[in-house]
């Protein structure tokens, strides 16, 4: 495929990605809808961390300019252009592999959310109970709450915090993944144009 040709496919897939991405990672900053978790920093460290946002934003910087990148016509300033290309797939690329692993350990460690600590006469406290559980014992995976809903119950507040976290976490992921597959191609197809020139038109 022609250089130009697939700069006009990744870069506009790019911007998309980036706009998504960013908007999950904003999202996780109001608990099904409410800003009164985030006034009273009540927010996890990881989604306070806006990992989407930044990835988001070098994603959405290389999305923009290899959108150009494919209507330009050839000539030493292509040339220039794909190498830039390349410069900011590759700045994509570490942003979506911070914003993947990230979001995989917010994933792994749960949300924060208000829940009645083990042991009798304990008040609700705000913490992270799925990821005290994991550090109490050798059976700690069977009790992961990814792989039991039915413990999604012990957080009290806010309320659908788990499916919330759930939901936004793992789509953030799947969205770190694509990014960094078109940033990956993009950068042998801006070293292509580099090397190669475009053959639009040819």
Not at 50 to 58: H, K, M, Q, S
């Amino acid at each position: 495929m022609c250089v130009g040709k697939c700069s006009r496919i990744v870069g506009p897939c790019l911007l998309v990605l980036g706009t998504l991405s960013a908007a999950a990672s904003i999202l996780l900053l109001f608990p099904g809808g409410a800003s009164r978790y985030l006034r009273e920093g009540r927010i996890g460290s990881h989604a306070r961390a806006v990992p989407g946002l930044w990835g988001g934003i070098a994603v959405l910087l290389a999305g923009i300019h290899v959108t150009a990148l494919g209507w330009q016509r050839c000539g030493c300033s292509a040339r220039h252009s794909a190498f830039l290309s390349v410069v900011l797939s590759k700045l994509a690329l570490l942003g979506a592999a911070a914003c993947f692993v990230l979001c995989g350990v917010g994933l792994t460690n749960g949300p924060l959310c208000l829940y009645n600590s083990p042991g009798p006469g304990h008040p609700a406290l705000w913490g992270y109970p799925f990821l005290d559980a994991t550090e109490q014992g050798p059976d700690a995976r069977a009790e992961n709450y990814l792989y039991n809903r039915r413990t999604w119950s012990v957080c009290l507040e806010p309320e659908g915090i788990v499916t919330w976290h759930v939901v936004l976490f793992s789509l953030l992921l799947l969205i770190s993944v694509a990014e960094m597959v078109l940033a990956l191609l993009q950068i042998l197809n801006g070293c292509l144009g580099c090397l190669c020139g475009f053959c639009d038109g040819k």
